[in-house]
């Protein structure tokens, strides 16, 4: 028995999230789908990332177990011939047989993509979210100076999160434009249910002028869902990459 970890990028239009559920096709089901019929044998993949519906991934993590006599960076030549055009293995190799990709130390880095012009482009909307009203966006960077660091984010916590605590650590926090593109870029060492997508919403609220930067610390200190911006559409959203730590 070896681990095989994966580095896999998707479109996440057609799917509903990450995750294998029983009433609807996710990028985890048709991962183990396709690895089991290619090995011969039953397998569950884990990830390290549970992205909701509709979110993309360049760099998504997962690993598996398996008996396959196939080198481990050969799998991911052999997975792709199989797969459906919206996932792609960027990377396969044998890892340590220990090596659990969520409970590693490390940081995630996701970006969320804002089609900022009068009009929306047609090529743009499975990638972006069309906000027609103009951004300001050296107010949306003063704002995130608010959000780097280690802090109780409980006001950017979706409804449903799960969680023993809401103390989470941002290591940066970027916003930049190019033409009608606005990015925000957000490194972690972990998020929480909507997270990213929450910051991403009250940042945008920023940036439409309804509150000055400084509001975002008092949302912060709030601990209180209903004081942060809505939860901003998941098309917008990236899990661009993961790195792990020694």
Request: glycine share 8%; hydrophobic share 35%; with cysteine.
């Amino acid at each position: 028995m070896k681990r095989i970890g994966l580095v896999v990028a998707y479109d996440g239009t057609n799917y509903c999230g990450w995750q294998t559920q029983p009433n609807g096709i996710t990028v985890q089901g048709v991962l183990n789908d396709t690895l089991s019929e290619l090995l011969g044998e039953k397998i569950e993949t884990i990830g390290a990332s549970r992205t909701d519906a509709g979110v993309h991934a360049m760099g998504n993590v997962a690993v598996f177990d398996t008996d396959t006599r196939i080198p481990g960076e050969k799998i991911s030549y052999a997975l792709n011939q199989r797969l459906p055009e919206d996932i792609r293995i960027q990377l396969s190799e044998e890892v340590e047989p220990d090596f659990h990709p969520r409970y590693c130390d490390s940081e995630k880095t996701y970006e969320y993509r804002i089609l900022n012009r009068k009009f929306p482009v047609p090529t743009e909307r499975l990638y972006t979210y069309f906000y027609h009203y103009k951004l300001d966006v050296d107010k949306m960077k003063a704002a995130t100076s608010y959000l780097i660091g280690q802090h109780d984010f409980a006001s950017f916590c979706g409804a449903k999160a799960q969680v023993k605590t809401t103390i989470r650590t941002v290591t940066g926090i970027d916003v930049w434009r190019d033409g009608d593109i606005v990015t925000i870029r957000v490194t972690g060492t972990g998020f929480l249910y909507n997270m990213v997508r929450i910051i991403a919403g009250t940042l945008i609220e920023v940036g439409n002028g309804q509150y000055p930067p400084e509001r975002v610390k008092t949302i912060l200190e709030a601990c209180n869902r209903e004081t942060a911006g809505p939860t901003a559409p998941a098309q917008g959203l990236t899990l661009m990459g993961i790195e792990f730590f020694d």
